[in-house]
């Protein structure tokens, strides 16, 4: 990997007084590796690769995966989100996605497009580069554009913008609930070819229904290289506390030689691949306007307590153009009065010094705060960033931290129970919002779906507001989010270090 000059993004979580240790060893005693053994950890904390543990201390296993992987593999319908500012790559990016997937009929994407005038639309780019022109607006499928059908849209005009946050809250209107996987990458992005089968694997190998895939990518440059000749691949452990409810993560770690995907403490944005439950149950807040630094920390405490876990690819699938490279286009604006309420509800998330507590303030956060399956100081203790006391010593090796999965409801009833609350207004035509009949083995349980009826306009020719709540479970996809701040800043290292270059 190469490790372009950039600033990280950043990210937030809180903790408090910490419980019982959740690693199996406490720090500085775990045994030097070879730098050609399998499944080590760069650990600078002792100078030296290190074997990592296992994932799963005895006796604590995550909810094992509800389906078959050839299930998957052979079935699942992949939806591609793509939030995008002002960005040149996007249609490109889409194009890549569509022509590299093994099953580009299950593909669609989601656009969160924020454009100015002069801008070329998201969707007339990929249909211009498909040899099928459409209309200038995007709108009409004049050129009968072959992926037309499989791309939904939503536009706002570029002084609308208020951050990547902002932005990935709105992808939840692309997001049916038939949808299965959901997958986050920014909108300059590049795949390996079979990527929708290869990320489908890996994620199975976690054994995991609450695994999030997550990293900062591969850069395109390195996306076929093995890094370092032991396969290093960026590891997400470190990162800082900037103030004011901000927790902002730092260049990635590294680990190698990896047999499965590697559990690690901190999600990054620029890939997050998960189950698609974890959208509807985790919303993104549309409350964070003007945020860049603390999105990533503040969605992995709230990920965290609410039962997902975040893992390292063992191999690339996905690449990420960085710096000059990514081909944006200026940036959002920023609004001081805005950073200041975001900031402040960030605080009262993460139980920062000084901030709200009140149950006022709690009630305030709505459906955007933590979850109930660990506490936030649990999470203080496994990642290594404590908010509350304003500590921070990272944890570059940790284990599954075991809750109560065994009495919560199903991942798949919460899910339909967000979706009904949320109400949300979708940008997806009725007729490719209807349930259609699943092949799952074992079947999830359905209740009978409210009948809808079709329309004949198609898919990107209008919205339609709709109650996804009263829409039955259906076929799987798997969702790309893509969201880029074009020519802002770029997030965290591309990445992992040779041996012995990073320091904790």
């Not at 080590?40 to 094992?64: H, L, N």
């Not at 198609?458 to 109650?467: C, F, Q």
């Not at 701040?485 to 290292?493: H, K």
Request: proline share 7%.
């Amino acid at each position: 990997f190469s490790i372009p000059n950039m600033r990280v993004f950043m990210c937030l979580v809180a903790a408090a007084a910490v419980p019982e240790s959740t690693l199996a060893k406490p720090l500085n005693e775990y045994p030097p590796a070879d730098f050609n053994d399998h499944n080590i950890v760069y650990y600078s904390k002792q100078g030296s690769w290190v074997k990592v543990p296992p994932t799963y201390p005895e006796g604590s296993r995550p909810m094992p995966i509800g389906e078959s992987l050839e299930w998957a593999k052979t079935s699942a319908t992949i939806t591609v989100l793509v939030a995008s500012f002002r960005e040149s790559r996007c249609p490109q990016t889409m194009k890549d996605l569509f022509s590299k997937a093994k099953h580009p009929e299950r593909i669609s994407i989601g656009v969160v497009q924020q454009n100015a005038k002069e801008d070329e639309d998201c969707l007339t780019g990929l249909c211009r580069l498909e040899g099928t022109p459409i209309s200038d607006d995007g709108k009409t499928n004049s050129g009968n554009c072959r992926w037309f059908n499989q791309v939904r849209m939503i536009r706002m005009d570029a002084s609308e913008a208020r951050g990547p946050v902002y932005a990935r809250a709105q992808q939840i209107k692309a997001i049916s609930p038939k949808d299965d996987y959901c997958m986050q990458i920014d909108a300059h992005t590049d795949a390996v070819p079979d990527w929708d089968v290869k990320i489908i694997e890996q994620w199975f190998e976690t054994e995991n229904e609450y695994a999030v895939i997550t990293a900062y990518p591969t850069n395109v440059d390195d996306l076929y290289k093995n890094s370092n000749n032991h396969n290093e691949m960026p590891y997400n452990c470190r990162a800082g506390l900037s103030g004011n409810g901000k927790v902002r993560n730092a260049q990635a770690n590294a680990c190698a030689n990896m047999d499965t995907p590697l559990m690690q403490p901190l999600w990054a944005a620029g890939l997050s691949f998960a189950r698609c439950h974890a959208e509807w149950t985790v919303p993104q807040d549309p409350e964070l306007k003007s945020v860049f630094t603390g999105e990533e920390f503040s969605r992995a405490a709230r990920l965290w307590t609410a039962g997902y876990d975040f893992y390292a690819l063992r191999r690339p699938v996905i690449g990420t153009y960085y710096g000059g490279a990514k081909g944006g286009h200026g940036m959002w604006a920023m609004h001081q009065e805005e950073i200041k309420r975001s900031d402040a509800r960030m605080s009262t998330l993460l139980k920062w010094p000084g901030s709200d507590q009140s149950e006022q303030a709690y009630k305030d956060l709505g459906y955007y705060g933590l979850g109930d399956k660990r506490s936030l100081e649990q999470f203080a203790e496994f990642s290594g960033v404590d908010t509350i006391n304003q500590k921070n010593d990272a944890q570059c090796i940790v284990q599954y931290v075991k809750w109560d999965w065994e009495s919560a409801k199903s991942p798949m009833d919460k899910a339909k129970e967000m979706q009904q609350k949320l109400n949300v207004k979708s940008v997806i035509p009725i007729e490719a919002a209807e349930p259609i009949v699943e092949t799952r083995a074992p079947p999830p349980p359905s209740p009978p779906s409210q009948q809808v009826e079709k329309s004949a306009v198609p898919r990107g020719v209008r919205e339609k507001s709709l109650n996804l709540g009263e829409i039955g479970g259906g076929a799987i996809a798997l969702i790309a989010v893509i969201y880029v701040a074009s020519g802002v800043v770029s997030r965290g290292s591309t990445a992992a270090p040779s041996k012995g270059r990073l320091e904790l």
